[in-house]
């Protein structure tokens, strides 16, 4: 039912409940088994040994569990605990991670209200918010937490603040009159009270029309529970990826046997050699290497204020290509501040960051002193004195105690010098009358020191405009004639025009022996001084940071609950609305499906008076427009849609607990600007972990090819077993761990984000990875057939040179996996984790082939100096041929 189009008669009727009297304990009970407690539901939970099997379904552990059985069928078992280990590792983080996660519905429950004042049986009691029914009559007052959905039947000068809802950044004045507008979002109801919102000011009751999963909050619980939690883009490459090679595995193995078979080779022994050749081809390594590089990742964007929750956020926020970002307290400071004032046909600007009680006053671009323009003076003065609002200053840090727009107007005096202190010392308050949401106005009765009496009124402009018959205008007082009139109205449209929220200040002189006992005989025939035009400002540094995230092609939508015009206004300001940009509300949204949104959704960057339903429905939108989205909110109305998102980013300081457990990401300052630090660590995490498979697999593939080729040519193995598994686990790792902490190249913010589609071998990286793989393969059989030739009875020296020639291919070669380009694009020595690693798998594998204990194990025996400058030239030429094929093609381009 459309309570809200309702009036009391009808409500009453339709809910069948006595607004004097309140329900009948045995109505209770009938309506508690019909509706059920006031309590949001929960979805099924996977238990938590569920939960932590789970962890071992992904392709690539399984693939990994493969090679720990082949591992121990070798007879390796130190191989085959070290995969356990890693196994065990990621299934662990895997669920501790996805526990923290679902904590998302408990946090939303903790926003319910635990106990309200009800009306049973005609009188007024306090009990829990789980008991209340529909039809139940609720009472509450400033700082009460509203405890179901309510439909207001009094209201004395009632705010409430619903920003955890609708995203609106100020407390929305409440009445009781019924709505007319069609289809209205939340933050037009001003006649209805929601679940989990604050009530900042006055006091207020009404009748309960929603309980449970049917309130608003309800509503939002559903969505978080049935919004799908994506898989991300590295997920599923690193899914595709062991696909490949287990495939490559399967096949080499039975290549390699069947050769080897058909050559005269002993079945057994080339059994050994296929499953080691399937080991290598397998990197158990890499899901480790992710997680440690994530995990450093991790670390580094925490000293940039953001905090990750789940590992491969970090990538996933790299490859976004739209951040669809909340307006309030991400994009703007969420604190109101007067930038405008207008008297008498005169404006000025005030500069100044949020609270802070300093800022210098502007009359057309030239600064003046705001205490030599008297009527700028009272328009200080006056609205610092009809004002309950308290600075409160923490060791610099600045905030307000009270409500948001008396804040504004009291930072605006400040400003120009004056305090509340000496103010109270100059003027007496002898009486006031409250802000009420029918007269839109609040009024205080002063006295100064000589005895003069003023009433000094603020209210909405165009209130105060009719009750004043005079104007302070050219620094003197005028009657207020229809020229003047209309001068004010185009004064408050332009504000407007310019998103501001008006507040207008008026006084008058009051006879000293007259007693103003009511509101109605201070507040007429008022002498109007001017107006105070606010706004919830951008974030200083929030323009560039949109700037750069579009150089990287990133394309930032602002998502709001304020009104179109505030909206547009923020958002021109801060250079997301750009030529052929579009705004879209709420309405036009509800008319549309998630197909007829994908129509147009590439062309709209800001999203007006939107609904949580709507932010999903963009999200959905977007993402099956091909987009990697990222969804920032601070709001219990964010939080479906930041679990639905690729990647969901809360705010740490605003930010509610149920937008911080339903995000992967969180920002400790509430910066947007920090988005895009975390952007520019997540693609260099991507672009390392791109580094370290084209190392693994090329030497793998490496590694697989001087096998292959010595078959095929009938020669014996160049590699024995345990070589290869040395090879493999060892002297691969340390490197390709070091490549996870490279430092990000200089263009890596220059670049378009990845196609979400993005094969792992993409960009020429099965390329790199096959030609530089073939060969290290074939330099390896070189120098194997260049030291068998010359002495074929020393098989086990031949086997040794290939085993070093690979290496030291290997470690080589990582060096030029450090730029896409070349081994000349970048200060080799410049990662010094990477120089360190090489030098540490070079004395491992100088131990196996020089150590009289190891040597029997690898099948090594220590190798001639003469025969190292062989190793070492042949070793050279997989990378610096092919490095050097780029850097002539690189010079013939700049000749050309």
């Not at 109505?27 to 929960?42: D, S």
């Not at 018959?469 to 004064?491: P, Y």
């Not at 929220?501 to 009511?518: D, E, G, M, S, Y």
């Not at 690693?837 to 194990?857: E, F, H, K, R, W």
Request: charged share 20%.
């Amino acid at each position: 039912m459309k309570f809200h189009e309702m009036n009391e008669n009808e409500i009453a009727s339709a809910l069948r409940t006595d607004f004097t009297e309140g329900l009948e304990e045995k109505e209770v009970k009938r309506r508690r088994e019909q509706h059920g407690y006031n309590a949001l539901a929960e979805g099924e939970k996977q238990s938590a040994l569920l939960l932590f099997f789970s962890q071992f379904k992904d392709f690539m552990v399984l693939v990994l569990l493969a090679a720990t059985l082949i591992s121990g069928l070798l007879g390796e078992m130190v191989d085959a605990i070290a995969i356990i280990a890693i196994v065990l590792v990621n299934g662990i983080l895997g669920f501790f991670q996805e526990r923290k996660a679902e904590k998302s519905l408990d946090a939303l429950k903790e926003l319910s209200a635990p106990q309200v004042h009800a009306l049973r049986d005609g009188e007024w009691t306090k009990i829990p918010s789980k008991e209340v029914v529909p039809g139940d009559i609720l009472k509450f007052i400033s700082g009460d937490r509203i405890g179901a959905d309510i439909r207001l039947i009094e209201s004395r000068s009632l705010e409430i603040e619903e920003s955890a809802l609708t995203g609106e950044s100020v407390p929305v004045q409440k009445n009781t009159s019924p709505l007319r507008i069609p289809n209205p979002g939340l933050g037009d109801m001003e006649n209805m009270a929601f679940m989990g919102t604050m009530v900042t000011r006055g006091t207020g009751s009404g009748v309960v029309v929603a309980t449970g999963m049917k309130t608003a909050m309800g509503q939002i619980a559903d969505l978080l529970q049935t919004a799908e939690t994506q898989e991300t883009p590295l997920q599923r490459r690193l899914e595709q990826l062991g696909k490949i090679l287990i495939t490559a595995a399967l096949f080499l193995t039975l290549l390699v046997v069947g050769i080897g078979v058909l050559q005269g080779h002993d079945l057994y022994t080339m059994f050994l050699a296929g499953v080691s050749l399937a080991v290598a081809a397998i990197p158990e390594g890499l899901p480790a290497i992710v997680t440690v590089a994530l995990s450093l990742g991790v670390q580094r964007m925490i000293r940039k204020n953001a905090i990750v929750r789940k590992l491969p956020a970090v990538e996933t926020l790299g490859c976004a290509s739209v951040i669809c970002s909340d307006k309030t307290g991400t994009m703007t400071q969420n604190k109101m501040t007067v930038t405008h004032l207008w008297s008498g046909n005169k404006t000025w600007t005030v500069d100044g960051v949020g609270y802070s009680p300093t800022g210098l006053f502007f009359h057309d671009d030239k600064s003046v002193d705001p205490q030599n323009e008297k009527s700028l003076q009272q328009l200080l003065t006056f609205g610092m004195l009809c004002n309950h609002a308290e600075m409160i200053d923490k060791d610099g840090e600045y905030a307000i105690d009270g409500d948001p727009t008396e804040g504004a107007l009291l930072v605006a005096a400040m400003k120009a010098g004056y305090r509340r202190e000496n103010l109270l010392n100059q003027f007496e308050i002898v009486n006031e009358f409250p802000f009420d949401s029918q007269r839109k106005m609040m009024s205080m009765i002063v006295k100064d020191n000589t005895g003069r009496k003023f009433a000094v009124v603020k209210g909405a402009p165009d209130v105060l405009i009719g009750l004043s018959d005079s104007i302070l205008w050219d620094e003197r007082q005028q009657r207020l004639t229809k020229d003047l009139t209309s001068k004010v109205q185009g004064a408050i449209d332009e504000l407007a025009g310019n998103a501001l929220r008006t507040i207008a200040i008026a006084f008058k002189p009051i006879p000293q022996n007259t007693v103003v006992l009511h509101e109605n005989e201070a507040e007429k025939d008022l002498v109007f001084i001017g107006l105070q035009g606010m706004i919830d400002p951008p974030r200083p540094e929030v323009k560039t940071a949109v700037k750069e995230c579009r150089d990287a092609g990133i394309k930032t939508v602002m998502i709001t609950g304020d009104h179109v015009i505030t909206a547009k206004a923020i958002a021109n300001q801060l250079g997301i609305l750009t030529k052929g940009s579009k705004v879209l509300d709420g309405k036009a949204l509800s008319e549309m499906s998630v197909s007829e949104l994908e129509d147009i959704v590439d062309d709209v960057s800001v999203f007006a008076r939107v609904s949580p339903e709507h932010k999903l429905k963009i999200v959905k939108a977007l993402q099956n427009r091909g987009h990697i989205v990222a969804m920032t909110g601070d709001g219990v109305n964010d939080a479906p849609a930041i679990k639905a998102a690729d990647i969901g980013v809360a705010m740490g300081i605003t930010g509610t607990d149920v937008a911080k457990e339903a995000s992967s990401l969180v920002l400790l300052d509430d910066n947007f600007a920090t988005i895009k630090a975390a952007i520019k660590e997540g693609r260099n995490i991507y672009e390392n972990i791109r580094k370290f498979i084209r190392y693994l697999l090329a030497s793998n593939v490496g590694e697989i090819l001087v096998m292959l080729f010595a078959m095929i040519m009938g020669l014996p193995l160049p590699l024995v077993p345990i070589q290869i598994l040395w090879v493999n686990l060892v002297t691969d790792g340390l490197p390709a761990m070091a490549l996870g902490l490279d430092q990000p190249e200089e263009d890596v913010m220059k670049r378009a984000p990845r196609h979400p589609k993005e094969g792992v071998f993409a960009r020429g990286l099965g390329w790199k990875v096959v030609s530089r793989g073939f060969l290290i393969g074939l330099m390896t059989l070189f120098a194997f057939m260049i030291v068998y030739n010359r002495n074929p009875d020393d098989l086990v020296y031949a086997q040794t040179i290939a085993f070093t020639t690979l290496v030291m291919a290997q470690l080589i070669h990582v060096f030029d996996c450090r730029s896409e380009k070349s081994i000349f694009a970048r200060n080799p020595f410049e990662n010094k984790y990477l120089v360190w690693a090489v030098i540490s798998s070079l004395v491992m594998v100088l131990g196996v082939i020089y150590s009289p204990v190891l040597q029997p194990i690898f099948h090594t025996v220590p190798i001639l100096a003469v025969d190292w400058l062989l190793i070492l030239g042949l070793s050279a030429i997989p990378t610096f041929l092919l490095a050097g094929t780029f850097f002539a093609r690189k010079t013939k381009r700049n000749m050309i």
